[in-house]
């Protein structure tokens, strides 16, 4: 991992309580604390991301959002801003995950538009694309994966692109306890990372973190880490229990 940086997020989802968060970093920072070589990121819900900044502030580990509106302000009644998350000292933000684009209809074309908000404010996107199991069945993983990423960074400058981090996330892979073989893994990273050499060239293709999320546990974290092109993970379930995801970190690590 000469090149680039290796990145463990965690995906709350719609989970956690606002009172719990502190306990929940007393437990993680000492576990995650050995790790000097990751860079670790929680992303709870927004409501929580000043209780967690406050936790979490003596330590390494960075605090992100989970979504944000693609417009800079005004009439969006119940929306988040890109620029709010960054005043807030949110350093990362979860665009495009499976969820979101699978029930709140967000599209490739909002992903695009939400990548170039978190540019404008200094927030580093992760990009989450992935196939559905039909699709893998269909044999179109790679050509649909190429498709959300090209949508994904329309736009984005040369620039700006070390600034991103993309996760792959196979949506059959996410809260099944199905998780990717870390062959499959390291073949639809490798992918992604060959999409981003066409477009940006081979030196920004290899500064790139590309992160694998779907069932990633403490068994599992080490083999998907070693793969070549898998440089982190992005963990959903295994996320809230501080012990497990500290696990993670150090399988990362
Ligand atoms: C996710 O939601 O990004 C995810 C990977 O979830 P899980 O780890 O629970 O599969």
Redesign the pocket.
């Known amino acids: 991992r000469k090149y680039r940086n290796t990145v463990i997020a965690a995906?709350w989802?719609m989970n956690m309580l606002p009172s719990k968060i502190k306990a929940y970093a007393e437990e993680l920072k000492p576990l995650a604390a050995p790790a000097k070589w990751c860079d670790i990121v929680i992303c709870p819900p927004f409501v929580m991301i000043p209780a967690a900044q406050k936790a979490f502030r003596d330590s390494r580990i960075s605090i992100g959002a989970q979504n944000l509106n693609e417009n800079e302000s005004g009439a969006y009644t119940g929306e988040v801003s890109s620029e709010q998350l960054s005043d807030l000292g949110a350093h990362y933000v979860?665009i495009g995950?499976?969820?979101r684009r699978q029930l709140f209809g967000e599209t490739d074309i909002t992903v695009n538009k939400k990548v170039h908000a978190a540019l404008q404010a200094n927030l580093r996107p992760i990009v989450?694309v992935g196939e559905t199991a039909q699709q893998r069945e269909m044999n179109v993983t790679e050509e649909l994966v190429t498709l959300q990423l090209k949508a994904a960074l329309a736009g984005v400058p040369a620039t700006k692109m070390r600034r991103i981090v993309v996760?792959y996330?196979p949506i059959w892979?996410?809260?099944?306890?199905n998780?990717a073989t870390a062959a499959d893994a390291e073949a639809v990273a490798a992918s992604i990372r060959a999409v981003i050499r066409g477009l940006y060239g081979a030196r920004t293709a290899r500064a790139i973190s590309i992160l694998y999320?779907?069932?990633?546990?403490a068994k599992n974290a080490f083999e998907l880490l070693s793969q070549p092109d898998v440089d982190g993970?992005?963990?959903?379930?295994?996320?809230l229990v501080p012990a497990d995801f500290a696990a993670i970190i150090n399988a990362a690590n």
């Open positions: 995906n989802k979860i995950h499976s969820e989450c996760a996330e892979a996410i809260g099944t306890g998780t999320g779907g069932s990633m546990n993970g992005l963990i959903g379930g295994a996320s």
